[in-house]
């Protein structure tokens, strides 16, 4: 059987990272994209000795257009060849009421939720549509199907990446390329380290009293998504602790 690639941005740390790991023991060559590069090098040298897996790493900010698109088309041939991409980077900062928001935050979550899938999807899907091939995975939330206090803006950001699947959807059903929207609820990682900007003690506030999913039961999801046979697109899965409201 050819080997197939997947392209993770984000893989640097939580559900990004699980995917990696459940990608590479199903047998994927990994390209793998995220800032922190050292963390990449040693999830890279992990899953290659335990998978013998191929790794390509980029060191990359997906909010800078032509940083993503020059590290993409730099790529050798054969790793400009994804056959899934699954656009995951993304992240929530502050959560404040809209009348004191920190246009910062505001800035952050849009370019990188939003811009920086947008990016990244038209740097890659021109080759899927040539092979008429392929599958992009968007990793979307909760916060994309309702709103909650003080979510406002990455709310809004995640509201985006479901319009965004769809619209994805019909543009390329014609071209054999799938699409799938995956919407968590509550997941331990860093996630909410950031929100926080970096105050711990009340990002594990946020996981007291409920079991949070965990980075790795997002990945079984986007791995059941897509080792679905070709005819069979999962649009949209909503996966959620079983006990958060
Ligand atoms: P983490 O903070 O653990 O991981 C976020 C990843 O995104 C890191 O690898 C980070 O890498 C990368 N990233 C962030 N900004 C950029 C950027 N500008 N350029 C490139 N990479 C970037 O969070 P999660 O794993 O939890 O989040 C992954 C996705 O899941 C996000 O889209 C998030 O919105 C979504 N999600 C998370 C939920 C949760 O409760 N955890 C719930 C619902 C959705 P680096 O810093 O090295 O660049």
Redesign the pocket.
């Known amino acids: 059987m050819a080997k197939k690639t997947v392209f993770i ?9 699980a995917c990696a790991r459940v990608f590479a023991r199903e047998g994927f060559d990994l390209l793998l ?4 590069i050292n ?1 990449l090098e040693a999830l890279a040298a992990e899953l290659e000795d335990e998978y013998g897996v191929n790794t390509h790493l980029l060191a ?4 800078d257009a032509g940083e993503v698109f020059s590290a993409f088309s730099n790529l050798p041939g054969e790793w400009q060849q994804v056959d899934v991409l699954i656009n ?5 900062q502050g959560l404040d009421p809209i009348h004191a928001g920190d246009i910062g935050d505001w800035d952050r979550m849009i370019d ?2 939003v811009k ?1 899938l947008l990016y990244v999807t038209r740097a890659v899907s021109p080759i899927m549509v040539a092979r008429q091939s392929g599958h992009i995975v968007n ?5 994309g199907k309702e709103v909650y206090p003080n979510g406002n803006v990455y709310c809004a950001t ?1 509201h985006a990446v479901d319009a965004l699947t769809q619209g994805m959807r019909i543009d390329l059903l014609d071209k054999g390329i799938r699409v799938t929207a995956i ?10 380290t ?1 929100r926080f900007k970096g105050d711990e003690a009340r990002a594990a506030k946020v996981y007291e009293n409920l079991e ?1 999913l965990m ?1 790795g039961d997002i990945a079984e999801a986007v791995w059941f998504a897509v080792s679905r046979p070709g005819h069979v697109n999962v649009n949209d899965m909503l996966i959620m602790p079983t006990a958060q409201a």
């Open positions: 941005t984000g893989a640097s740390a939580g559900i990004g990272e994209a995220a800032r922190r963390r990359l900010d997906v909010r995951n980077a993304g992240l929530s990188t939720n920086g990793i979307g939330s909760i916060a995640k919407h968590p609820g509550m997941v331990e990682t860093e996630f909410s950031v949070p980075a």
